[in-house]
């Protein structure tokens, strides 16, 4: 079983760059998130969806672009990345319910230089 | 206010025993769930354990049991006989009900767990 598979794995840019992470999964699941992850700072929410054409802002979206054009599929964008952005990079996906939990994938690394 | 508050950045047990990990959480919701998540080195993140606000019981999972106490709002993870496998970082979140904007899953900051031989 796939799950969520996020790709690509590790990627380094120079300030400035741009560039898209993607995210799937095969579960058929209406939520999905995008997370950063920073030491100290547990995992923070930057956008999710609730629905294929849908997003909103989490709690740390300046920076970052996010669509939903298929079910199985979250895109993450940086349009000009900064240093402030190297982080890792979890996306995740969930059923809807507040007892669902969510199903992660294994993290992008990302640095920007 | 933090939603999600982990008050122990490091915690130490010896193999064998038991060890409690810290998690109080913030909401004006009565209907929400809480979740526990391991993230090992490796990086990956795992969940252990989920209890709901309205669940009647302490969840329980293998050598996981979850000590809910509504009224201190606060939900601390129970590892019994600690491996040395269990060595991680260790994560409380909470969702609250799925209406307006209360859809995601908020983290706490984590809780470094190092079990000793």
């Known amino acids: 079983n796939a799950g969520v598979t996020q790709t690509p794995k590790f990627r380094v840019l120079k300030t400035g760059q741009s560039m898209t992470l993607l995210c799937a999964q095969d579960?058929?699941?209406?939520?999905m998130y995008w997370y950063r992850q920073d030491p100290g700072m547990g995992l923070r929410l930057i956008h999710y969806?609730?629905?294929?054409?849908?997003?909103a802002k989490g709690e740390v979206p300046d920076g970052y672009n996010v669509s939903r054009l298929k079910k199985q599929n979250f895109l993450l964008g940086l349009e000009s990345a900064a240093p402030s952005q190297t982080s890792v990079y979890f996306c995740a996906s969930s059923y809807s319910g507040h007892r669902e939990k969510l199903f992660f994938g294994s993290g992008t690394q990302l640095s920007v230089l | 206010a933090q939603k999600i508050t982990q008050t122990q950045p490091g915690m130490f047990v010896q193999e064998k025993e038991a060890v409690t990990l810290d998690c109080t959480y913030d909401t004006s919701d009565q209907s929400y769930g809480l979740f526990w998540y391991k993230q090992p080195s490796s990086g990956e993140m795992i969940f252990l354990i989920y209890q709901g606000s309205y669940d009647e019981q302490n969840a329980t999972e293998g050598r996981y049991s979850l000590n809910f106490q509504k009224a201190r709002k606060s939900a601390n993870l129970v590892i019994s006989a600690s491996q040395l496998g269990d060595s991680a970082m260790y994560f409380c979140?909470?969702?609250?009900?799925?209406?307006?904007?209360?859809?995601?899953?908020?983290f706490g900051s984590g809780t470094q767990l190092t079990v000793l031989p």
């Open positions: 969806s609730v629905g294929e054409g849908t997003t």
């Open positions: 579960m058929n699941h209406e939520y």
């Open positions: 979140a909470m969702r609250e009900s799925p209406s307006g904007s209360a859809r995601q899953l908020t």
